[in-house]
Protein backbone atom coordinates (compact mmCIF):
# COMPACT_ATOMS: atom_id res chain seq x y z
CA UNK A 1 0.00 0.00 0.00
CA UNK A 2 1.07 3.39 -1.01
CA UNK A 3 0.89 6.08 1.22
CA UNK A 4 1.41 10.61 0.43
CA UNK A 5 4.92 11.35 0.36
CA UNK A 6 6.41 14.70 1.33
CA UNK A 7 7.02 17.24 -1.92
CA UNK A 8 10.34 18.46 -0.99
CA UNK A 9 9.47 21.57 -3.87
CA UNK A 10 6.86 22.69 -1.44
CA UNK A 11 9.01 22.29 1.38
CA UNK A 12 12.01 24.12 0.01
CA UNK A 13 9.76 27.01 -1.26
CA UNK A 14 8.51 27.57 2.39
CA UNK A 15 11.62 27.64 4.02
CA UNK A 16 12.99 30.20 1.30
CA UNK A 17 10.38 32.47 2.08
CA UNK A 18 11.51 32.51 5.60
CA UNK A 19 14.87 32.67 5.42
CA UNK A 20 15.05 35.53 7.01
CA UNK A 21 12.94 34.80 9.77
CA UNK A 22 15.12 32.66 12.19
CA UNK A 23 17.62 29.39 11.15
CA UNK A 24 16.22 26.56 8.86
CA UNK A 25 17.20 24.80 11.84
CA UNK A 26 14.86 25.77 14.62
CA UNK A 27 12.04 24.91 15.66
CA UNK A 28 10.03 28.10 14.86
CA UNK A 29 10.93 27.21 11.33
CA UNK A 30 9.81 24.13 11.24
CA UNK A 31 6.37 25.22 12.58
CA UNK A 32 5.70 27.88 10.45
CA UNK A 33 6.76 25.57 7.52
CA UNK A 34 4.51 22.35 8.62
CA UNK A 35 1.55 25.42 9.05
CA UNK A 36 2.12 26.35 5.22
CA UNK A 37 2.64 22.77 4.68
CA UNK A 38 -0.71 22.02 5.60
CA UNK A 39 -2.69 24.89 4.75
CA UNK A 40 -1.50 24.71 0.68
CA UNK A 41 -2.39 20.67 0.55
CA UNK A 42 -5.55 21.75 2.90
CA UNK A 43 -6.50 24.30 0.48
CA UNK A 44 -6.40 21.50 -2.67
CA UNK A 45 -8.49 18.65 -0.13
CA UNK A 46 -10.74 21.08 0.32
CA UNK A 47 -11.56 22.50 -3.01
CA UNK A 48 -11.27 18.81 -4.50
CA UNK A 49 -14.15 18.23 -1.89
CA UNK A 50 -16.28 21.41 -3.24
CA UNK A 51 -15.95 20.03 -6.85
CA UNK A 52 -17.23 16.91 -5.90
CA UNK A 53 -20.26 18.92 -4.54
CA UNK A 54 -21.07 20.39 -7.01
CA UNK A 55 -24.12 17.60 -8.72
CA UNK A 56 -25.45 17.76 -4.70
CA UNK A 57 -26.16 22.00 -4.96
CA UNK A 58 -26.99 21.77 -8.55
CA UNK A 59 -29.71 19.24 -7.27
CA UNK A 60 -30.00 21.25 -4.28
CA UNK A 61 -31.43 24.27 -6.79
CA UNK A 62 -33.47 22.68 -8.67
CA UNK A 63 -36.97 23.31 -10.02
CA UNK A 64 -39.15 24.22 -12.91
CA UNK A 65 -40.22 22.04 -15.97
CA UNK A 66 -36.97 19.83 -16.15
CA UNK A 67 -36.84 16.51 -13.99
CA UNK A 68 -33.06 16.19 -12.57
CA UNK A 69 -31.98 12.90 -11.03
CA UNK A 70 -28.25 12.78 -10.03
CA UNK A 71 -26.40 8.75 -11.47
CA UNK A 72 -24.58 6.64 -9.66
CA UNK A 73 -21.05 7.59 -9.61
CA UNK A 74 -19.59 4.42 -10.60
CA UNK A 75 -17.22 5.27 -13.35
CA UNK A 76 -19.80 5.79 -16.04
CA UNK A 77 -18.41 9.36 -17.14
CA UNK A 78 -21.69 10.19 -16.41
CA UNK A 79 -23.47 12.61 -13.91
CA UNK A 80 -26.92 13.48 -13.85
CA UNK A 81 -30.07 12.22 -16.11
CA UNK A 82 -32.94 15.11 -16.85
CA UNK A 83 -36.32 14.83 -19.07
CA UNK A 84 -38.89 17.54 -19.32
CA UNK A 85 -41.90 17.25 -17.26
CA UNK A 86 -45.63 16.46 -18.47
CA UNK A 87 -44.28 15.49 -21.72
CA UNK A 88 -47.54 13.87 -23.81
CA UNK A 89 -47.15 10.18 -23.47
CA UNK A 90 -47.60 10.15 -27.49
CA UNK A 91 -44.72 12.47 -28.25
CA UNK A 92 -41.04 11.74 -28.01
CA UNK A 93 -39.33 11.71 -24.71
CA UNK A 94 -35.64 13.81 -24.74
CA UNK A 95 -33.78 12.32 -22.11
CA UNK A 96 -30.38 13.76 -21.71
CA UNK A 97 -27.24 12.58 -19.48
CA UNK A 98 -25.38 14.77 -18.01
CA UNK A 99 -21.54 15.27 -17.66
CA UNK A 100 -20.45 17.77 -15.34
CA UNK A 101 -17.86 20.10 -15.20
CA UNK A 102 -15.98 23.37 -13.98
CA UNK A 103 -14.07 25.37 -16.44
CA UNK A 104 -13.12 24.55 -19.71
CA UNK A 105 -9.21 23.19 -18.63
CA UNK A 106 -10.90 20.57 -15.94
CA UNK A 107 -10.81 17.87 -18.64
CA UNK A 108 -8.67 15.10 -17.23
CA UNK A 109 -8.72 13.16 -20.02
CA UNK A 110 -8.72 14.43 -24.19
CA UNK A 111 -12.21 16.09 -24.97
CA UNK A 112 -11.95 13.83 -27.79
CA UNK A 113 -12.05 10.84 -25.74
CA UNK A 114 -14.40 12.42 -23.83
CA UNK A 115 -16.85 12.86 -26.29
CA UNK A 116 -16.42 9.38 -27.45
CA UNK A 117 -17.12 7.55 -24.20
CA UNK A 118 -20.34 9.28 -23.86
CA UNK A 119 -21.78 8.84 -27.52
CA UNK A 120 -21.03 5.00 -26.77
CA UNK A 121 -22.83 5.32 -23.63
CA UNK A 122 -25.60 7.46 -25.57
CA UNK A 123 -25.86 4.74 -28.01
CA UNK A 124 -25.62 1.71 -25.14
CA UNK A 125 -25.78 1.54 -21.58
CA UNK A 126 -27.84 4.67 -20.29
CA UNK A 127 -31.28 2.21 -20.26
CA UNK A 128 -30.45 0.88 -16.97
CA UNK A 129 -30.89 4.23 -15.11
CA UNK A 130 -34.39 4.63 -16.40
CA UNK A 131 -35.65 3.62 -13.63
CA UNK A 132 -34.87 6.78 -11.68
CA UNK A 133 -37.38 7.86 -14.33
CA UNK A 134 -40.18 5.74 -11.96
CA UNK A 135 -43.09 6.24 -13.83
CA UNK A 136 -41.76 8.55 -16.37
CA UNK A 137 -39.36 5.06 -17.38
CA UNK A 138 -40.16 4.54 -21.04
CA UNK A 139 -39.02 1.64 -20.81
CA UNK A 140 -42.58 0.55 -18.93
CA UNK A 141 -44.72 3.38 -20.48
CA UNK A 142 -44.14 2.69 -23.87
CA UNK A 143 -43.57 6.03 -24.70
CA UNK A 144 -40.89 6.61 -28.05
CA UNK A 145 -37.81 8.57 -26.60
CA UNK A 146 -34.53 9.89 -27.75
CA UNK A 147 -30.91 9.97 -25.76
CA UNK A 148 -28.87 12.89 -26.13
CA UNK A 149 -26.00 14.04 -24.39
CA UNK A 150 -24.41 17.27 -22.47
CA UNK A 151 -21.39 17.93 -21.34
CA UNK A 152 -22.02 21.22 -18.98
CA UNK A 153 -19.33 23.58 -17.76
CA UNK A 154 -20.52 25.29 -14.27
CA UNK A 155 -17.88 27.84 -13.88
CA UNK A 156 -17.10 28.56 -17.57
CA UNK A 157 -17.96 31.73 -19.29
CA UNK A 158 -19.50 31.42 -22.77
CA UNK A 159 -18.20 32.42 -25.63
CA UNK A 160 -21.53 33.90 -27.35
CA UNK A 161 -22.26 30.73 -28.78
CA UNK A 162 -25.78 29.04 -27.05
CA UNK A 163 -24.73 25.43 -28.24
CA UNK A 164 -21.50 24.42 -29.66
CA UNK A 165 -21.16 20.85 -30.94
CA UNK A 166 -18.92 18.28 -32.66
CA UNK A 167 -18.60 17.46 -35.87
CA UNK A 168 -18.95 14.05 -35.05
CA UNK A 169 -21.06 13.87 -32.25
CA UNK A 170 -23.81 15.85 -33.11
CA UNK A 171 -26.07 14.04 -30.52
CA UNK A 172 -23.94 15.94 -27.71
CA UNK A 173 -24.55 19.60 -26.84
CA UNK A 174 -21.52 21.50 -24.66
CA UNK A 175 -23.25 24.49 -22.61
CA UNK A 176 -21.17 26.81 -19.87
CA UNK A 177 -22.05 28.80 -17.59
CA UNK A 178 -25.40 30.10 -16.95
CA UNK A 179 -26.79 28.82 -20.05
CA UNK A 180 -25.66 24.97 -18.51
CA UNK A 181 -27.71 26.05 -15.18
CA UNK A 182 -30.95 27.20 -17.26
CA UNK A 183 -30.95 24.32 -19.27
CA UNK A 184 -31.30 21.92 -15.71
CA UNK A 185 -34.41 24.05 -14.80
CA UNK A 186 -32.26 26.58 -12.30
CA UNK A 187 -33.59 29.75 -13.33
CA UNK A 188 -32.76 32.32 -11.37
CA UNK A 189 -29.87 30.94 -10.43
CA UNK A 190 -26.40 31.22 -10.66
CA UNK A 191 -22.96 29.95 -9.79
CA UNK A 192 -22.76 32.43 -7.16
CA UNK A 193 -25.62 30.99 -5.74
CA UNK A 194 -24.18 27.58 -5.93
CA UNK A 195 -20.91 28.71 -4.42
CA UNK A 196 -22.57 29.58 -1.21
CA UNK A 197 -24.35 26.57 -0.70
CA UNK A 198 -21.33 24.54 -1.03
CA UNK A 199 -18.74 26.46 1.03
CA UNK A 200 -21.37 27.07 4.02
CA UNK A 201 -21.62 23.33 4.11
CA UNK A 202 -20.30 22.10 8.16
CA UNK A 203 -17.76 19.76 5.90
CA UNK A 204 -16.48 22.50 4.25
CA UNK A 205 -16.73 24.92 6.92
CA UNK A 206 -14.75 22.74 9.26
CA UNK A 207 -12.40 20.91 6.95
CA UNK A 208 -9.04 19.91 8.43
CA UNK A 209 -6.43 18.60 6.34
CA UNK A 210 -3.05 16.94 7.86
CA UNK A 211 -0.54 16.84 5.10
CA UNK A 212 2.03 16.56 7.35
CA UNK A 213 1.03 13.42 9.19
CA UNK A 214 -0.42 11.66 6.08
CA UNK A 215 3.75 11.81 4.84
CA UNK A 216 5.18 8.93 6.59
CA UNK A 217 8.72 10.22 5.38
CA UNK A 218 8.26 14.24 6.07
CA UNK A 219 11.27 14.34 9.27
CA UNK A 220 13.48 12.64 6.39
CA UNK A 221 12.75 14.85 3.35
CA UNK A 222 12.61 17.69 5.50
CA UNK A 223 16.08 17.21 7.10
CA UNK A 224 17.50 17.05 3.76
CA UNK A 225 16.13 20.08 2.36
CA UNK A 226 17.08 21.98 5.47
CA UNK A 227 20.44 20.73 5.33
CA UNK A 228 20.82 20.94 1.23
CA UNK A 229 19.57 24.44 1.69
CA UNK A 230 22.68 25.25 4.18
CA UNK A 231 24.63 23.62 1.84
CA UNK A 232 23.78 25.78 -0.96
CA UNK A 233 24.20 29.11 0.61
CA UNK A 234 27.44 28.10 2.20
CA UNK A 235 29.06 27.86 -1.41
CA UNK A 236 27.44 30.87 -2.44
CA UNK A 237 28.94 32.79 0.21
CA UNK A 238 32.25 31.09 -0.27
CA UNK A 239 31.81 32.26 -4.51
CA UNK A 240 30.85 35.80 -3.17
CA UNK A 241 34.06 35.87 -0.99
Excluded at 43 to 51: E, R
Excluded at 169 to 190: E, M, R, S
Aim: a positive charge; aromatic letters at 8%.
Amino acid sequence: MMHKGADPKQIIDFLRNHRNEGSYKSPKIRSIVEADYNEYFGNFSKYTKCSNMAEWAVMQQHEGDINLRRLPQDRNYLDLLTWPKNVDKDKKLLITVVQQKGNDASTNTSFREVMKRISKKIKKGVEKYFHLMENDNPLITGQPYKVKGLIGYLLAYPDGKDVARSSKHKNIDILAGQDYLDALGLQGIDKVDLSFLIMDQPAIVNHEYDAVGKCPDWDDVYEKCVQELINRERVKKKKVA
